[in-house]
């Protein structure tokens, strides 16, 4: 083999090498980097049924939902009667009132999931979903509320019977703070805007 022979060879295999890494940079950077997920929405998240089970938020894709942070001894407590009735007024229309119990605002939820049940029905003939008591505020909040967050801040509950609207495609787009009745224009005005999507 002639001298110019075997360096053209060599050339050629560094050539073919070189390709291979290039290749395989090409691979690690893809890995490294994965493709952007689909944008987290309402959906994603799961709660825990008060009957028992999961409560996924994704049931209720193509539906508005009228979610509300809510306790059994608060000064807002009452407002149990105007979500019940909002419930039973737009349900067939597409609405859903999901009552979250929490004891994170001055300890007024009851311990257990039956007792919260119990005072619902007894108290304001609840019919609409609820879900497990949880908690809705600092590092341990259920992810929901940790995604709230993300939202922007003013979102998140700073009392009991916060409301947040979400549309069918699970996008947050109007809360309420607790004062703001459930049957008020405000809020009837947001949920039949929705509605009529």
């Not at 980097?33 to 409560?55: K, R």
């Not at 005072?119 to 509320?145: L, Q, S």
Request: hydrophobic letters at 40%; charged letters at 20%.
């Amino acid at each position: 083999m002639t001298g110019n022979g075997f360096i053209g060879r060599i050339r050629t295999l560094v050539a073919r090498i070189g390709g291979l890494a290039c290749i395989l940079i090409t691979m690690e950077t893809v890995l490294a980097y994965p493709a952007a997920s689909a944008p987290v929405t309402a959906h994603d998240f799961t709660f825990e049924n008060i009957d028992g089970g999961p409560l996924p938020l994704s049931n209720f894709a193509g539906k508005t939902v009228l979610l509300v942070n809510t306790a059994s001894m608060c000064g807002f407590t009452s407002q149990y009667e105007s979500l019940q009735a909002l419930y039973d007024k737009y349900r067939e229309q597409g609405l859903v009132v999901l009552g979250v119990p929490s004891d994170d605002f001055g300890g007024q939820e009851y311990g257990s999931s039956e007792q919260i049940k119990q005072f619902c029905e007894i108290n304001y003939g609840i019919t609409f979903p609820m879900t497990d008591k949880v908690r809705v505020k600092g590092d341990d909040a259920h992810p929901y509320y940790q995604w709230v967050a993300t939202q922007g801040r003013r979102k998140l509950p700073r009392w009991n019977f916060y409301k947040h609207v979400i549309d069918a495609d699970g996008n947050l787009v109007e809360w309420f703070a607790s004062t703001t009745s459930p049957d008020s224009s405000k809020v009837i005005d947001v949920i039949e805007k929705e509605l009529a999507r």
